[in-house]
């Protein structure tokens, strides 16, 4: 796993061990990305269920303003920190040491960009995609990565004016990015 491109591009990081973490695929990585190209230079980015912070690292390497990363495990917390210096990148970036509900309950930051992958099959992103859609900036993007093979539908409409924008398959991954249609990119 490494980051793709930017201020830290082929710098290599590192995840938790174990199956409570699945890192994103480079390919949906990249597809990811390339969806919110025009979007990620000084956007303010909050990733949830951070894991190694692969999403939120790439996305300050592409250059975004700053990220939050939330993640509730200690082991989680402290490779996003290895994986963020390792990039250069820890100035630009928080590590809340929380769940996300709790996080997001407390939180009175805007973002424009949310990356929500989660352990999949676990309905979590129902759970706070509502929260998440109170907390954007006019013309944000939220992007949820489910699993292809895991029953596991996303709601149509997030709150706040947030529906689904589009679906993408990338792998073992589907990613669907919420929007308010008023706002389309």
Same mark, same amino acid.
């Given at each position: 796993?490494?980051?793709?491109?930017?201020?830290?591009?082929?710098?290599?990081?590192?995840?938790?061990?174990?199956?409570?973490?699945?890192?994103?695929?480079?390919?949906?990585?990249?597809?990811?990305? !390339?969806?919110l190209h025009?979007?990620?230079?000084?956007?303010?980015?909050?990733? #949830?269920?951070?894991?190694?912070?692969?999403?939120?690292?790439?996305?300050?390497?592409?250059?975004?303003?700053?990220?939050?990363?939330?993640?509730?495990?200690?082991?989680?917390?402290?490779?996003?920190?290895?994986?963020?210096?390792?990039?250069? #990148?820890?100035?630009?970036?928080?590590?809340?040491?929380?769940?996300?509900? !709790?996080? #997001?309950?407390?939180?009175?930051?805007?973002?424009?960009?949310?990356?929500?992958?989660?352990?999949?099959?676990?309905?979590?992103?129902?759970?706070?995609?509502?929260?998440?859609?109170?907390?954007?900036?006019?013309?944000?993007?939220?992007?949820?990565?489910?699993?292809?093979?895991?029953?596991?539908?996303?709601?149509?409409?997030?709150?706040?004016?947030?529906?689904?924008?589009?679906?993408?398959?990338?792998?073992?991954?589907?990613?669907?990015?919420?929007?308010?249609?008023?706002?389309e990119f």
């Amino acid at each position: 796993m490494r980051v793709i491109t930017g201020s830290a591009r082929g710098t290599r990081l590192q995840a938790p061990e174990g199956l409570a973490t699945r890192p994103t695929s480079d390919m949906a990585k990249e597809g990811i990305f !390339s969806v919110l190209h025009f979007e990620v230079p000084e956007a303010m980015v909050l990733d #949830l269920f951070a894991g190694s912070g692969q999403l939120g690292i790439e996305a300050l390497s592409r250059g975004a303003r700053a990220a939050v990363l939330v993640d509730s495990s200690r082991e989680a917390q402290e490779i996003i920190r290895k994986n963020l210096a390792a990039a250069k #990148l820890a100035s630009k970036a928080r590590v809340a040491a929380m769940e996300a509900s !709790s996080y #997001l309950a407390g939180c009175r930051e805007r973002f424009d960009i949310v990356f929500l992958d989660p352990p999949y099959g676990q309905k979590l992103i129902e759970k706070v995609l509502p929260m998440v859609a109170e907390k954007m900036n006019p013309g944000g993007v939220i992007v949820c990565e489910t699993g292809r093979e895991v029953d596991e539908e996303l709601p149509q409409e997030a709150g706040n004016g947030f529906v689904i924008h589009r679906t993408y398959r990338y792998g073992r991954a589907r990613v669907t990015t919420y929007r308010r249609p008023q706002e389309e990119f």
